[in-house]
Structures are given as structure tokens and as C-alpha cells.
């Protein structure tokens, strides 16, 4: 992701705002210009809440050359209360207690450094609730 585009979602992405459709309800995250389900160019803002459960789950054992140090870990499928679907790593568990259906939170943390010196980039990740 390019550095303009990251600082840009920054906001909606660190608060959870979604988009809600004014005309149809439907929900996205990231926000969507126009619905998918109706056509609408009207949405409301709201907040996601950090509670879920996780949906599937894999273990990374071969991960992209600023994640190896972090090998093997967990990315899961969580799916919130409102019904979005969330890709995030999950952390704080070992690989084994993790099931289908288990309540998981979303928490804020630091995902990757670029550099000695460079950006930190916070994100998302799943922690059992």
C-alpha cells in the first residue's frame, strides 16, 4: 500500500468507521463510495464494534520479507457483530486453542517497521476474547 493511501485510511481504519447505506443498510469496511446492493451514493458513518468471532483461520509458515521474523503466526477471518469481515492477524494464542465460532477482540497494535528509523505502521489484530 502506498504511503499516501495508508495515511489516508488511517483514520476510519484505526476508529473502525464503516459506511452504512442510507437506502439499503448495507454495511461496508473500508467505506464504499456507491452501494453495491442498491446504487446509493448516501451513506451514514458509523463505528464497528471490536467483538467478534472468528470464521477461519492459517498458520503462516512462509511469510513476505518484513513479516519473517514473526514466523509462524496466525491470520484469521473475524466476523463482527455488525456482520463485516475482518482479515487480521490473530495474536496472542497459541495456533492449537483456536476454533471456529471462538469469541475474538480487535485490538490496535504495531504491524511493521520500515527500517531502523522509518514509519511505524499500527493495524488491527484479533486476541481471544
Not at 24 to 32: A, E, L, M, N, Q
Request: aromatic content about 8%; overall charge positive.
Amino acid at each position: 500500500m502506498s504511503v499516501s493511501k495508508y495515511w489516508r485510511e488511517m483514520p476510519q481504519r484505526y476508529r473502525l468507521e464503516a459506511g452504512k447505506c442510507k437506502s439499503c443498510g448495507k454495511i461496508y469496511f473500508p467505506v464504499r463510495l456507491v452501494c453495491k446492493e442498491c446504487g446509493s451514493r448516501k451513506f451514514e458513518k458509523i463505528s464497528l464494534s471490536r467483538e467478534g468471532v472468528l470464521v477461519s483461520h492459517t498458520v503462516i509458515h512462509i511469510a513476505p520479507a518484513q513479516f519473517t521474523d514473526q514466523v509462524p503466526y496466525v491470520v484469521g477471518v473475524v466476523e463482527l457483530k455488525e456482520g463485516v469481515r475482518l482479515l487480521a492477524q490473530i495474536a496472542d494464542c497459541d495456533e492449537k486453542q483456536l476454533k471456529k465460532g471462538m469469541p475474538i477482540r480487535i485490538e490496535f497494535r504495531k504491524i511493521s517497521e520500515e527500517g531502523n528509523a522509518g514509519i511505524i505502521n499500527y493495524g488491527y489484530k484479533g486476541v481471544p476474547a
